[in-house]
């Protein structure tokens, strides 16, 4: 029996044009060369997202495959020399769907030494427990293939990255900075509007507009309380929280001047957008109904995105009494869930990682701040028969690449939640007492 586990996902490696750069190439080949170099009877197991088949929409067919070793030679032949010490097993996410939809590619990649098993879940023994894994898009409504393994059981996700993402990828190099290539680092895909939004403010903006126009939106929450001290004061309510505004703005002069020109334009921009909002909220509604009826909008049900893949996990459990972990990734967050005396784990992701910040002041857009997370879980036996969960990360650098003005419009994103660096799961039953349901797929 296999005595350790090694476990990533979501690589997202290839696609069109700008879609190609790697950020951990290096990293990941060093990883994979580590594994080679081990001594221990080992696995690795690559639950999803390895590839981005679906960015690529210049070549079709296998002519992806021949595409990503043109682009990776060191990586393929990394994956060929660990893969003869180390046997490494993928299996299909929704960005790679067409490789559990076409035989051929299991042949390609076993030229490289990995197993592509086309299932959308495998199950691994380990000490008295099992560990079930899949990549999770099947909780996912845009992204659940209808009918799996049929090569043309295309979810809504699957369109939207063809029209959005890869054309992301071939615009990319024409921006001032190359940030459209981080759009897969966008989620969840909801994001993707303000996450434009901010970087034309920030990055591709003239210089001299962003700055024009930054003090009025810097000041358009102090616009919001000086419409409430103007219509005290025009109404006769009370006048001295404008006489003492005025006299404020007075003692510093041109620059107070300055700022209550501000704050007069700021004015003149409330009343313009009360004006309209009724007409408009009307108008977006109305649109809104249209859309849902059709099906092409969904009511959000309040619930928190993680619940429905702990859900998953719950019935995962309840089939097999025996599987004391259960492994997806797809959403990018890395994670250790306890359910009950069961663990559930998300992989996460090896793309660059985004996290919204919104500016202290002002309707200002978001800043997104880019980090690195590179992790991978290690899963043994424990001493009483239990399933032994590591986590690591691979130290690299984060990206550091925000501009001045958007550190000083924010405060750094929160740490995130801590990962344990060790958890053991006790084993949940014997392996005679295991049962053969099928768990829900």
Same mark, same amino acid.
């Given at each position: 029996?296999?005595?350790?586990?090694?476990?990533?996902?979501?690589?997202? !490696?290839?696609?069109?044009?700008?879609? %190609?750069?790697?950020?951990?190439?290096?990293?990941?080949?060093?990883?994979?060369?580590?594994?080679? +170099?081990?001594?221990?009877?080992?696995?690795?197991?690559?639950?999803?997202?390895?590839?981005?088949?679906? /960015?690529?929409?210049?070549? /079709?067919?296998?002519?992806?495959?021949?595409?990503?070793?043109?682009?990776?030679?060191?990586?393929?032949?990394?994956?060929?020399?660990?893969?003869?010490?180390?046997?490494?097993? #993928?299996?299909?996410?929704?960005?790679?769907?067409? #490789?559990?939809?076409?035989?051929?590619?299991?042949?390609?990649?076993?030229?490289?030494? @990995?197993?592509?098993?086309?299932?959308?879940?495998?199950? %691994? +023994?380990?000490?008295?427990?099992?560990?079930?894994?899949?990549?999770?898009?099947?909780? $996912?409504?845009?992204?659940?293939?209808?009918?799996?393994?049929?090569?043309?059981?295309?979810?809504?996700?699957?369109?939207?990255?063809?029209?959005?993402?890869?054309?992301?990828?071939?615009?990319?190099?024409?921006?001032?900075?190359?940030? *459209?290539?981080?759009?897969?680092?966008?989620?969840?895909?909801?994001?993707?509007?303000?996450?434009?939004?901010?970087?034309?403010?920030?990055?591709?903006?003239?210089?001299?507009?962003?700055?024009?126009?930054?003090?009025?939106?810097?000041?358009?929450?102090?616009?919001?309380?000086?419409?409430?001290?103007?219509?005290?004061?025009?109404?006769?309510?009370?006048? *001295?929280?404008?006489?003492?505004?005025?006299?404020?703005?007075?003692?510093?002069?041109?620059?107070?001047?300055?700022?209550?020109?501000?704050?007069?334009?700021?004015?003149?921009?409330?009343?313009?957008?009360?004006? !309209?909002?009724?007409? &408009?909220?009307?108008?977006?509604?109305?649109?809104?109904?249209?859309?849902?009826?059709?099906?092409?909008?969904?009511?959000?049900?309040?619930?928190?995105?993680? /619940?429905?893949? &702990?859900?998953?996990?719950?019935?995962?459990?309840?089939?097999?009494?025996?599987?004391?972990?259960?492994?997806?990734?797809?959403?990018? %967050?890395?994670?250790?869930?306890?359910?009950?005396?069961? &663990? @559930?784990?998300?992989?996460?992701?090896?793309?660059?990682?985004?996290?919204?910040?919104?500016?202290?002041?002002?309707? #200002?857009?978001?800043?997104?701040?880019?980090?690195?997370? *590179?992790?991978?879980? %290690?899963?043994?036996?424990?001493?009483?028969?239990?399933?032994?969960? $590591?986590?690591?990360? !691979?130290?690299?650098?984060?990206?550091?690449?925000?501009?001045?003005?958007?550190?000083?419009?924010?405060?750094?994103?929160?740490?995130?939640?801590?990962?344990?660096?060790?958890?053991?799961?006790?084993?949940?039953?014997?392996?005679?007492?295991?049962?053969?349901?099928?768990?829900?797929?």
């Amino acid at each position: 029996m296999t005595d350790a586990y090694y476990l990533i996902s979501d690589l997202h !490696i290839g696609g069109d044009e700008q879609l %190609r750069h790697v950020d951990f190439r290096e990293e990941l080949i060093d990883f994979l060369r580590d594994l080679a +170099d081990s001594d221990e009877d080992a696995e690795l197991l690559i639950n999803g997202d390895a590839f981005g088949l679906w /960015e690529f929409t210049e070549v /079709e067919g296998s002519a992806k495959f021949d595409a990503l070793v043109a682009d990776y030679p060191e990586l393929f032949a990394q994956l060929r020399a660990t893969g003869e010490r180390v046997p490494i097993t #993928l299996i299909p996410g929704n960005h790679d769907y067409e #490789l559990a939809a076409h035989d051929e590619y299991v042949d390609r990649l076993a030229e490289y030494n @990995v197993t592509l098993d086309q299932s959308v879940s495998i199950t %691994r +023994d380990l000490g008295d427990a099992v560990v079930h894994v899949e990549h999770g898009m099947q909780e $996912d409504p845009n992204n659940r293939i209808p009918d799996f393994g049929n090569p043309y059981a295309n979810p809504p996700g699957y369109f939207v990255n063809r029209q959005i993402t890869s054309r992301a990828g071939r615009l990319s190099g024409r921006g001032k900075y190359n940030w *459209l290539r981080d759009i897969q680092a966008v989620t969840p895909m909801t994001q993707i509007p303000d996450w434009l939004v901010s970087n034309y403010f920030y990055r591709e903006m003239s210089a001299w507009l962003r700055f024009a126009v930054v003090p009025f939106l810097a000041l358009f929450n102090a616009a919001l309380w000086y419409v409430g001290v103007v219509a005290l004061d025009a109404t006769g309510v009370w006048s *001295l929280p404008m006489a003492v505004v005025q006299g404020v703005l007075r003692d510093f002069g041109p620059v107070g001047y300055l700022v209550d020109m501000i704050l007069t334009a700021n004015l003149v921009l409330v009343a313009l957008l009360a004006v !309209i909002a009724v007409p &408009l909220y009307v108008f977006f509604r109305d649109v809104r109904k249209t859309l849902r009826r059709f099906g092409l909008v969904r009511e959000s049900d309040g619930e928190d995105p993680v /619940e429905k893949y &702990l859900d998953r996990a719950r019935a995962v459990f309840r089939a097999d009494p025996a599987v004391a972990v259960y492994v997806y990734g797809h959403t990018h %967050r890395p994670s250790t869930t306890e359910v009950g005396d069961r &663990l @559930v784990i998300n992989t996460g992701t090896w793309l660059k990682r985004l996290h919204r910040v919104d500016p202290v002041v002002g309707l #200002l857009p978001p800043v997104y701040y880019a980090s690195f997370r *590179l992790n991978y879980f %290690r899963l043994t036996a424990a001493d009483d028969g239990g399933v032994r969960v $590591d986590y690591e990360v !691979i130290d690299k650098p984060d990206p550091d690449d925000e501009t001045l003005l958007q550190r000083l419009l924010t405060r750094p994103p929160d740490p995130e939640e801590p990962i344990p660096e060790t958890t053991v799961v006790d084993p949940p039953v014997s392996p005679e007492e295991r049962v053969s349901e099928p768990a829900e797929e």
